[in-house]
């Protein structure tokens, strides 16, 4: 004789199987084993709905319905594990019917737990997209778009200028040795000219580059004339440290090695240079000066761009500006290089590229160029 009964879980239901028909036990005590049939599936049901109900009220999330599940469903402290472990003390007759049972409770369970487990996917989902919604109207953010420094507006223009009267550019260098920074420049290691470059040694054989000039040694070491080239990017050291001079700087140099160079074609290409810097109207003077690399040398002089010549403030009352150093390369420089100097000649410039840059836009502290003050930067967009 099979007995079964009916359980009604929440809106569900379900048959909860009794023991196998024909139980010894049962055939005696039918009283009691139905109570037993009656507390097991009590139980059954009351796990069916506490799970109803945990899904109800406590899984907001997919961790919290992760932590729910694991209370029922953890084979080990899951609370239909545990059902499943009293399987031992089941009589043997019973467990075929209380397996089964509490199989179909274990499916029931992860099918409930699969879809909340859904649920809460995509509800996590739609606060995500709540929360990363965009409003496509508000107005955009203001992106400022940079421009280059000063000095690099500089070396650009004297590079174009250059270039075009047929120079090629050529690297200078952080970095120098001893002898291309000053030896092979005929400034040799007791030479006053030295007390004005002072910078930091690495070594005694190295240094940080004073002048550009070294470009030279290394352009004429490597290339025989003729020789036309413009060195950049100019980095340059000295220990030097006022309103117009930064231990820092940055100078341009320029080369010239040919048959017949005169100063006559210094002056010329350098008039030129600074009508394109400075203005149509601006010309140059040369006056003497002295560079152990040159002979004869020259400071080069502008007339005053802001005045016309008249005399002003920014020239000091003289109508000219004083603007780069430069020079016939001296005979020994050439030698040094392995260039015969009976046969070529050799015109060499050096103009400072932050003094052009200030001349040029009216800084009158070489220190504005270092801050990064975006509201002195700003102003200068020469490009
Ligand atoms: N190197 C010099 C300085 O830093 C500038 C200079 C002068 C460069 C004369 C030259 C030159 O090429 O001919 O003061």
Not at 91 to 118: C, H, I, T, Y
Not at 245 to 270: A, N, W, Y
Not at 330 to 335: D, F, G, P, R
Request: proline fraction near 4%.
């Amino acid at each position: 004789m099979g007995l079964f009964f009916s359980v009604k879980y929440g809106n569900e239901n379900s048959i909860f199987p009794g023991r196998a028909a024909g139980s010894q036990r049962r055939q005696g005590i039918c009283g009691i084993l139905m109570q037993e049939d009656m507390e097991m599936s009590d139980r059954l049901a009351n796990i069916r709905q506490e799970i109803l109900d945990g899904i109800k009220e406590r899984a907001n999330s997919r961790a919290e319905a992760f932590e729910l599940r694991k209370q029922f469903l953890d084979s080990k402290t899951g609370k239909i594990g545990q059902l499943m472990k009293e399987m031992k003390s089941i009589a043997p007759e019973e467990r075929a019917g209380f397996g089964k049972s509490v199989n179909e409770l274990k499916e029931w369970a992860q099918q409930r737990f699969m879809e909340l487990d859904e649920k809460m996917k995509e509800r996590e989902l739609q606060r995500r997209y709540e929360s990363e919604r965009i409003d496509v109207t508000m107005p955009a953010r203001n992106v400022e778009t940079g421009n280059l420094h000063p000095v690099t507006q500089i070396r650009n223009q004297l590079m174009d200028i250059f270039v075009g009267m047929g120079f090629e550019v050529a690297q200078t260098r952080e970095i120098e040795n001893d002898y291309y920074n000053f030896e092979a420049l005929n400034i040799p290691k007791d030479h006053p000219a030295r007390d004005m470059q002072d910078t930091f040694y690495l070594s005694p054989e190295f240094l940080l580059a004073t002048q550009t000039s070294a470009a030279q040694i290394h352009t004429m070491e490597k290339k025989k004339p003729p020789i036309k080239i413009v060195a950049a990017p100019g980095k340059v050291f000295r220990s030097d440290d006022d309103a117009t001079h930064s231990p820092m700087f940055h100078q341009m140099e320029g080369l010239v090695v040919d048959r017949k160079i005169t100063l006559c074609d210094l002056k010329g290409m350098l008039e030129l240079f600074v009508k394109k810097i400075f203005g149509e109207d601006t010309t140059t003077r040369l006056r003497p000066s002295y560079f152990p690399f040159t002979e004869p040398s020259v400071e080069v002089d502008v007339s005053c761009f802001s005045c016309g010549g008249k005399g002003c403030k920014l020239c000091k009352g003289t109508g000219w500006i004083e603007l780069l150093g430069a020079g016939i390369v001296n005979k020994k420089v050439l030698e040094n290089c392995g260039i015969d100097s009976e046969q070529y000649s050799g015109l060499a410039f050096g103009i400072g590229l932050d003094r052009t840059a200030m001349l040029k836009y009216g800084i009158n502290n070489v220190k504005l160029l270092f801050e990064s003050d975006l509201r002195v930067l700003r102003q200068i967009d020469d490009n």
